[in-house]
């Protein structure tokens, strides 16, 4: 690896790794249980390409999320107590208890937010981009987005102009072998969309997904460029999900049993690195203990959930519009 990363900072990309694998677990089985209710897609096996490139970004940089973000605010520092009251629809949660599982934002932290409707998030985060160059600052904004939206005509037009306006943000493709159901072979017309960047005139990095390391340096170098001035990349991670497409919706697919078992066990990011930290010299404590406290994180942040007030009925007439703007003629 080029660039190098202080202990300090491997063993927050594992804490929030595994933040984003337990809450992830716990929201599974509350739901299951009946206490969290709608449709929730997790991110589990996704963890090194989220956390990999957050960190690569300020606090004050901007973030855009999918339909399968609990773990990106995660990933940008979110504290997950407000997270897991939001997905309860509780008065305390991040979004007053109006946005739920695919409308989480926390703008603390940078999170912008996201979405249900696949691809929207590119032009938002393309705006947000246009909007820093436009105000002067150095933020850049970073948006992720699946191999199933990289065919959305909100991808092509927002990856077009970024590059004809050389704006400051980072795409980055989650390229977990699915959209829904269906294989991305059956449904992207190239092995790599990474390539689809040559199209826009911008850099196209493909990168293992389940590498945090790997993944940290490519986004580090995007976020430079874009920081510098030099505009857009594209950085597709190879990566895969561990749960079914949403909770209750399993992938029947051929060959996706086996291909579930062979990532699980061999290519689980956390798994690998938590080896590469041992070979780094980190010891075994040190790593459960951050388990420890993870675990501990997440029961209260279900406690808070559950004990935390219902919003109240006239909350339902709030924030629905802006406060009119008086135009006199
Ligand atoms: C515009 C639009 N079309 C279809 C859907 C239904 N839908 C929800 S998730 C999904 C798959 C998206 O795949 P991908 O972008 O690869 O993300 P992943 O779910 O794999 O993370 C689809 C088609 C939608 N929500 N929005």
Request: proline residues 5%; hydrophobic residues 35%.
């Amino acid at each position: 690896m080029a660039i190098t990363v202080s202990e300090t900072d491997m063993l927050e990309m594992y804490r929030r790794m595994t933040r984003i694998r337990q809450f992830e677990e716990t929201t599974q089985a509350l739901l299951l249980k009946g206490e969290l209710y709608g449709s929730f897609h997790t991110s589990s096996g996704q963890e090194a390409s989220i956390v990999g490139s957050c960190m690569a970004l300020r606090t004050d940089d901007y973030m855009v999320g999918t339909h399968r973000s609990h773990g990106h605010p995660i990933g940008k520092g979110a504290k997950i107590d407000r997270l897991l009251a939001e997905l309860m629809g509780k008065e305390t949660g991040i979004n007053q208890g109006k946005g739920g599982s695919m409308h989480l934002s926390d703008f603390g932290v940078g999170s912008l937010g996201e979405t249900s409707i696949v691809g929207s998030g590119l032009p938002v985060a393309t705006g947000a981009a246009l909007g820093s160059k436009m105000q002067g600052n150095d933020r850049v904004t970073l948006c992720f987005f699946g191999d199933g939206a990289s065919s959305q005509g909100t991808f092509h037009e927002s990856l077009n102009m970024a590059s004809l306006w050389n704006l400051p943000v980072i795409y980055v493709c989650e390229n977990n072998g699915f959209g829904e159901l269906t294989p991305t072979h059956e449904a992207v017309s190239v092995p790599d969309i990474a390539s689809r960047a040559a199209g826009y005139g911008m850099p196209g990095i493909v990168v293992d997904g389940q590498d945090v390391l790997a993944v940290y340096e490519v986004v580090s170098e995007a976020v430079r460029r874009a920081r510098a001035g030099e505009g857009p990349t594209l950085v597709e991670t190879k990566t895969f999900r561990f749960d079914n497409h949403s909770i209750g919706m399993p992938v029947e697919t051929p060959g996706h049993a086996e291909m579930l078992v062979h990532w699980r066990g061999n290519r689980c990011p956390i798994d690998l690195f938590d080896r590469a930290l041992k070979e780094f010299g980190c010891d075994e404590v040190t790593l459960r203990e951050i388990d420890a406290q993870v675990a501990d994180e997440v029961s209260a942040a279900v406690e808070f959930g559950r004990t935390s007030p219902e919003p109240p009925p006239e909350a339902a007439f709030t924030h629905l519009y802006t406060n009119p703007i008086r135009i006199d003629s």
